[in-house]
């Protein structure tokens, strides 16, 4: 890796500004998943063990450059502190002169950076003005890496900066599984829709040796070979682009893996009676049915896949995951490759807010060899984009 990490700076006495992703959802005044919270503390008492003082900078929600009180970060303290286990201060209104009287040991969350309109707009004066707050620069937030903003990308290039454990973690595993993975390697690409996920599909088909589509996506690219699919959820209008990817697809020598069949039912809710349909291109549905799931033939088809796989990526599901019974495609695959990946066979990478909560559903996703925190940014990655977050770490322009 072309950048610096926390093993090349020297932080004794130093105040560390550094960036982290604790954007982390909320319910009625409580952190309700600390995952991105328990993920940024290594680089919290790293810092710590080599005798600086972590200040850190992050964003919560999406205020638009306005003080909302809703929005205030002050509600991940109570996490923050058991997960590090030492007291936080919280800093509502960041002063030089505040963070330069810090005592040593001490760790600090400054307010929500969004609350500026500087942060979004990555005005250089609100970089210049955070760039005061400290001495070195850390960023620990690769989930947020996707962002060109002031404490993100502007910051980064006024002082020394670093990468943090938890983006050293995130850049590795994703540097592995699609960068120098090893083949073969195949991707599962599931979810409601293909226009979002368009130069995902694109990139992926030239790097992978097997795709497996999935979810309501799937349903467009069974249209676009002739497949009436009644009321299923599907994008006529990006017909087209499924038939192109395909074929880019076969010109890159890329198997793609459609459901040969489907869980079929006439209502969208938990417990619906479905039937098992198969799939191609010669299926009519009544006007009222829907595919919801891939059937057992398909997720038999998507195990014999994994079985010839070294390396697997994973965004989205294979199904409507949320409502049972049409967690079974997606539940029964994840568990497969949480083995494949547990006896040694398979290195499997898994990112996508969504994606992780189906796989933790499926209480697989432990077993994976690397979760990514990343939503947005793990997609962009996977676009083949560079994010411009990572990219000033590297000095480069951005
Ligand atoms: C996320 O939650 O994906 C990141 O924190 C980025 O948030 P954003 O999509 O509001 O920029
Ligand atoms: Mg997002």
């Given at each position: 890796m072309s950048w610096k990490t926390l093993d090349d700076m020297d932080l004794a006495g130093k105040r560390v500004l550094v960036r982290v992703d604790i954007n982390v959802p909320v319910e009625n005044g409580q952190v309700t998943d600390t995952t991105r919270i328990d993920r940024i503390i290594p680089t919290l008492k790293d810092i710590l063990d080599k005798g600086g003082m972590p200040i850190m900078l992050a964003h919560f929600g999406r205020p638009k450059g306005k003080v909302v009180p809703e929005m205030?970060?002050?509600?991940?303290l109570p996490a923050l502190e058991a997960a590090l286990g030492q007291k936080v201060t919280f800093v509502e209104k960041p002063d030089v002169t505040t963070l330069s009287s810090l005592e040593a040991g001490s760790v600090v969350l400054i307010e929500?950076?969004?609350?500026?309109?500087?942060e979004e707009a990555n005005d250089p004066h609100m970089a210049q003005f955070l760039a005061t707050l400290g001495d070195v620069f850390c960023n620990d937030a690769f989930s947020a890496a996707h962002r060109a903003h002031a404490s993100t990308t502007g910051i980064a290039h006024l002082m020394p900066s670093c990468a943090g454990r938890l983006m050293q973690a995130e850049l590795s595993a994703l540097e592995a599984a699609l960068s120098t993975p090893q083949r073969p390697v195949g991707a599962v690409v599931g979810g409601a829709k293909v226009s979002t996920k368009i130069a995902l599909l694109e990139n992926l088909v030239n790097r992978l040796d097997v795709l497996v589509i999935g979810g309501g996506m799937a349903n467009t690219f069974l249209a676009a070979q002739g497949a009436k699919l009644g009321a299923s959820l599907m994008e006529p209008d990006y017909i087209e682009t499924a038939l192109a990817i395909m074929r880019s697809a076969e010109s890159a020598g890329c198997k793609v893996l459609l459901p040969v069949d489907g869980l079929v039912a006439r209502e969208f809710k938990a417990g619906a009676a479905f039937d098992v349909i198969p799939l191609s291109k010669d299926t009519v549905l009544d006007d009222d049915q829907m595919v919801l799931d891939a059937g057992p033939h398909a997720v038999a088809a998507v195990v014999a896949a994994f079985g010839t796989l070294k390396t697997l990526i994973w965004n989205g599901?294979?199904?409507?995951?949320?409502?049972a019974p049409f967690n079974q495609a997606t539940n029964a695959a994840a568990l497969e490759a949480g083995r494949l990946t547990k006896e040694g066979a398979l290195i499997s990478v898994v990112g996508g807010g969504d994606t992780v909560a189906a796989l933790n559903q499926a209480g697989a996703a432990a077993d994976f060899t690397y979760i990514s925190t990343a939503g947005g940014a793990f997609l962009e990655w996977m676009e083949g984009k560079t994010l411009p977050g990572v990219a000033a770490l590297k000095g480069q322009s951005t």
């Amino acid at each position: 890796m072309s950048w610096k990490t926390l093993d090349d700076m020297d932080l004794a006495g130093k105040r560390v500004l550094v960036r982290v992703d604790i954007n982390v959802p909320v319910e009625n005044g409580q952190v309700t998943d600390t995952t991105r919270i328990d993920r940024i503390i290594p680089t919290l008492k790293d810092i710590l063990d080599k005798g600086g003082m972590p200040i850190m900078l992050a964003h919560f929600g999406r205020p638009k450059g306005k003080v909302v009180p809703e929005m205030s970060l002050r509600v991940t303290l109570p996490a923050l502190e058991a997960a590090l286990g030492q007291k936080v201060t919280f800093v509502e209104k960041p002063d030089v002169t505040t963070l330069s009287s810090l005592e040593a040991g001490s760790v600090v969350l400054i307010e929500n950076t969004r609350f500026a309109a500087g942060e979004e707009a990555n005005d250089p004066h609100m970089a210049q003005f955070l760039a005061t707050l400290g001495d070195v620069f850390c960023n620990d937030a690769f989930s947020a890496a996707h962002r060109a903003h002031a404490s993100t990308t502007g910051i980064a290039h006024l002082m020394p900066s670093c990468a943090g454990r938890l983006m050293q973690a995130e850049l590795s595993a994703l540097e592995a599984a699609l960068s120098t993975p090893q083949r073969p390697v195949g991707a599962v690409v599931g979810g409601a829709k293909v226009s979002t996920k368009i130069a995902l599909l694109e990139n992926l088909v030239n790097r992978l040796d097997v795709l497996v589509i999935g979810g309501g996506m799937a349903n467009t690219f069974l249209a676009a070979q002739g497949a009436k699919l009644g009321a299923s959820l599907m994008e006529p209008d990006y017909i087209e682009t499924a038939l192109a990817i395909m074929r880019s697809a076969e010109s890159a020598g890329c198997k793609v893996l459609l459901p040969v069949d489907g869980l079929v039912a006439r209502e969208f809710k938990a417990g619906a009676a479905f039937d098992v349909i198969p799939l191609s291109k010669d299926t009519v549905l009544d006007d009222d049915q829907m595919v919801l799931d891939a059937g057992p033939h398909a997720v038999a088809a998507v195990v014999a896949a994994f079985g010839t796989l070294k390396t697997l990526i994973w965004n989205g599901p294979l199904g409507a995951f949320e409502i049972a019974p049409f967690n079974q495609a997606t539940n029964a695959a994840a568990l497969e490759a949480g083995r494949l990946t547990k006896e040694g066979a398979l290195i499997s990478v898994v990112g996508g807010g969504d994606t992780v909560a189906a796989l933790n559903q499926a209480g697989a996703a432990a077993d994976f060899t690397y979760i990514s925190t990343a939503g947005g940014a793990f997609l962009e990655w996977m676009e083949g984009k560079t994010l411009p977050g990572v990219a000033a770490l590297k000095g480069q322009s951005t």
